[in-house]
């Protein structure tokens, strides 16, 4: 059974417009949650991540929102720009647990 | 600081054949893993190391072995390799098992087993 799922293997959206990546998870002894972006040919970058006592991180353009009672996260990225091309990965983990990761969904900011 | 480095960057290998890849980091941090993503999959863990002399099974651990005997260096052997262990590989290490350590990734070694 996967424990983080990403149901939007893709996404579309203009320049300038807000993107919004989701995620869920089964799991409630996770306690961190993280979102990794890949470019094609290299490795996954760390981008933000949330503790389970918050329900919100911002940095930047980039905004984590954390539904515990719905184990549900969301990346914000306003405003989104063709560089924000990537592919993102979502990862739990628990106390001092290894990152499970999500499938990933591609996002293409089109110009 | 180069981080983590992984090489080759590509490799083919036949049926039955066996290989190495290898992972070093200059960060000296103690926790290093290995990860394997198939196409249009997130990334299952293999093996991971706590330290200098210290692994231990991931997620998927069959058909690999790991060795940890530097703080720098985490190599991936495959035995006998099978057209199931085509992937791309990455290597990542952290600072700290705790959640809010991120991991920090190699750019993959993609592997093709035929």
Redesign the interface.
């Given at each position: 059974d996967q424990q983080v799922k990403q149901n939007s293997p893709s996404l579309s959206v203009q320049e300038g417009r807000i993107s919004i990546l989701n995620c869920d998870y089964t799991n409630s002894m996770f306690d961190y949650f993280l979102w990794y972006k890949k470019y094609p040919a290299e490795g996954p970058t760390f981008l933000i991540s949330i503790s389970s006592i918050k329900d919100k991180n911002e940095d930047g353009r980039f905004t984590v929102f954390l539904n515990k009672s719905a184990k549900h996260l969301s990346l914000h990225i306003v405003p989104s720009q063709p560089g924000d091309s990537a592919v993102y990965f979502c990862a739990a983990s628990a106390k001092a647990g290894k990152s499970t990761f999500g499938d990933g969904t591609t996002l293409t900011v089109k110009p | 600081n180069a981080g983590?480095t992984q090489t080759p960057k590509f490799h083919i290998l036949k049926i039955g054949q066996s290989m190495t890849l290898q992972c070093t980091q200059d960060m000296n941090h103690n926790y290093m893993?290995w990860?394997r993503q198939d196409p249009?999959?997130?990334?299952?863990?293999i093996y991971?190391s706590v330290g200098a002399g210290i692994t231990d099974k991931?997620e998927v651990p069959n058909g690999y072995n790991v060795s940890r005997s530097t703080t720098e260096d985490f190599p991936l052997r495959l035995e006998l390799a099978a057209p199931s262990q085509t992937s791309v590989y990455?290597c990542?290490s952290s600072y700290s098992?705790?959640?809010?350590s991120?991991?920090?990734?190699?750019?993959?070694t993609r592997l093709t087993v035929t």
């Amino acid at each position: 059974d996967q424990q983080v799922k990403q149901n939007s293997p893709s996404l579309s959206v203009q320049e300038g417009r807000i993107s919004i990546l989701n995620c869920d998870y089964t799991n409630s002894m996770f306690d961190y949650f993280l979102w990794y972006k890949k470019y094609p040919a290299e490795g996954p970058t760390f981008l933000i991540s949330i503790s389970s006592i918050k329900d919100k991180n911002e940095d930047g353009r980039f905004t984590v929102f954390l539904n515990k009672s719905a184990k549900h996260l969301s990346l914000h990225i306003v405003p989104s720009q063709p560089g924000d091309s990537a592919v993102y990965f979502c990862a739990a983990s628990a106390k001092a647990g290894k990152s499970t990761f999500g499938d990933g969904t591609t996002l293409t900011v089109k110009p | 600081n180069a981080g983590v480095t992984q090489t080759p960057k590509f490799h083919i290998l036949k049926i039955g054949q066996s290989m190495t890849l290898q992972c070093t980091q200059d960060m000296n941090h103690n926790y290093m893993y290995w990860y394997r993503q198939d196409p249009g999959m997130g990334l299952k863990l293999i093996y991971y190391s706590v330290g200098a002399g210290i692994t231990d099974k991931g997620e998927v651990p069959n058909g690999y072995n790991v060795s940890r005997s530097t703080t720098e260096d985490f190599p991936l052997r495959l035995e006998l390799a099978a057209p199931s262990q085509t992937s791309v590989y990455f290597c990542a290490s952290s600072y700290s098992t705790a959640g809010n350590s991120p991991l920090h990734f190699g750019n993959g070694t993609r592997l093709t087993v035929t």
